[in-house]
């Protein structure tokens, strides 16, 4: 069984322009391919300046234009091909770092995953712009401070929450209530072997009502969805990065059998395991 490769922040280090040890800061200039898709254990801000090119992410394709930041989150999928004209910059960020700056993005986690691309003003590009380079100034420093990097990283987050506002203007869902965030904690730790929403509900000490009523109010999702989803990507992953029989991944996916699991995500992608699989 072939995994995709995770890689931690260190392996990057040696292309690094600066870092420590909980951030590195890097540069993209011209043609770059990630021929086999990994996962990262740390998070990940690109922003790119001129660019071309797609960026595959949990195997949906983004185009990489102008003015733009791409977010990676722990244990996401992804590759790319940037064009000769692409440049960017990459601040990697390890899981310690990035859970004490993270409330500042405000909305929650799920949001980002599902919408991570932003397309950026010129004005907010100039400012993201001018503080990817504050901060690796400051790693550049010997004398360097981590609290002004801490700070400098929640005023990026609170730049792309606002920009995330201005694009969506009053239609964007109000995703960061404790119990939907306690939610998205839950179907992560146990979607594996629990499709039951009473499960989760009771988990989260509410009623199955409250709950379908606190998802599609702010999410516009039944919680179903919400396990359906998780549970596909991970069906994803496991056709594309492991040799697997499709009854194994049925079985490792917590289903009853391998046509449950085949009629499971025919409906959802429109072709059977064994066709996504041969198209990977």
Known sequence: MELFPILDIHEFRKDQLAGNEGYSYSELRGEHHIERPHQHHFFLLVLFDQAEGIHQIDFKDYTIGQHQIHMLFPKQVHSWKLGENTSGFQLMVDREQFEKFSPE?????MYYQQNPVIPLSDKTFQILYYEFNAIRQELEDCNCFPEI????AAV????LRKEVRNINHDKLPHQSTPQLLRLRELIEDFFWEEKSVAFYADKLHISIGHLNKLCRKNLQLSPGQLIQQRTLLEAKRLLKSTDLSIKEIAFKLGFIDSSYFTNFFKQHTQLNPKQFRANS
Do not use: D, V
């Open 105 to 109: 993005f405000h909305y929650s986690s």
């Open 149 to 152: 990097i801490y700070s400098r």
């Open 156 to 159: 990026i987050a609170s730049i």
